[in-house]
């Protein structure tokens, strides 16, 4: 008798780790959103969703307008930010238990100091992150963010942080990085060059597409990276600060002036071969769509930085 019960108990137990695998399975297919939701259903779809596999990866930029409500522009996402924010936030946290590496954030997600810091505090693995697009966060709290980032590798700035705190701040706490991108709306500044030759010495990949540099920045980069193997100047507007007024140079010009073996780690747009480039050159109104920019914040030449879908 004692033995039937032991193995009723045994198929009981198999039928939950069978049902166990299977949820996990499906839930790898859910985004975030889903998740948090299905975790919320029962004891068993619970602990499904706490399995750290599904929390490696926090990625919030595929989410549509029906989890992020699409602002009508930059100002009014800044008034996005909310207690189901925070809820969400910590409900997510609280299910990847301190398991998640990468984590890449929605574009149009506005967050306060105070959410900036709850998500730091939960992911204190986290290796590789795409900062929000929107935000206006002090220097102490992107301080106290990098702090517990210690083991940050890559990351990619946006024009809702400093980039120029954020690189000292990384100076002091995370001295792992070799990737980093400055996303559209950056500007690169000869400042963001000597603070990175000082802050980021072990940088390999840099990516600095479709922002506006300038020649002494990409100079003191080339110059004062060693480890630098691949810098993507796409699409970007590369200004000549030695002349008054705007002067733009093309990679014909930086030839000229850089050594080979810099021009080798550029990537870059040929000449009137790419119409993101005679687009961006162009400054019409009529020429300035506010569409694409979403897109192009996922897109990079370089696959380690992208987080959207390559066009083909
Ligand atoms: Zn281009």
């Known amino acids: ?21 299977i949820l996990v399975k499906i839930f790898l297919c859910l985004n975030v959103v889903d998740v948090a939701v299905a975790s919320l259903v029962c004891k068993s779809w619970n602990k499904a969703s706490r399995e750290p596999s599904l929390w490696n990866k926090i990625d919030l930029s595929t989410l549509g307008s029906y989890c992020f409500r699409k ?69 102490g709290v992107v301080e106290t ?4 980032w210690s083991c940050l590798e890559s990351i990619t700035i946006t024009s809702g942080v400093s980039g120029y705190y954020t690189l000292l701040a990384i100076g002091k706490y995370c001295n792992n990085i070799t990737e980093m991108k400055f996303s559209q709306g950056c500007y690169f500044e000869e400042k963001h060059a000597v603070a990175m030759a ?43 600060t030695a002349y008054p007024g705007t002067v733009f140079v093309d990679i014909r010009e930086l030839r000229r002036r850089f050594p080979a073996s810099s021009v080798e780690k550029l990537l870059y747009c040929e000449r009137g071969s790419c119409l993101r480039c005679i687009n961006g050159r162009d400054t019409t109104p009529s020429r300035q769509p506010d569409g694409p920019y979403e897109d192009i914040w996922g897109e990079d030449e370089i696959t380690s930085l992208a987080h959207l879908p390559q066009p083909s």
């Open 1 to 21: 008798m004692k033995k039937m019960k032991s193995s009723a108990g045994n198929v009981r137990n198999t039928n939950n780790d069978l049902m166990h695998e």
């Open 71 to 139: 602002p009508l522009n930059k100002i009014e996402a800044y008034r996005h930010s909310s207690l189901k924010m925070t809820q969400f936030l910590k409900h997510v946290l609280d299910l990847s238990n301190g398991s998640t590496t990468c984590l890449i954030f929605n574009f149009y997600v506005y967050l306060t100091n105070e959410q900036f810091i709850l998500v730091a505090q939960g992911t204190p693995k986290l290796k590789r992150v795409v900062l929000p697009e929107t935000g206006d966060f002090s220097r």
């Open 145 to 148: 963010v990098m702090s517990l």
């Open 198 to 240: 000082k802050h980021t010495p072990k940088l390999k990949i840099l990516s600095i597409r479709t922002v506006a540099t300038s020649v002494k920045a990409l100079f003191c980069v080339l110059r004062f990276l060693e480890h630098l193997e691949k810098v993507n100047i796409c699409h970007s507007l590369i200004m000549d």
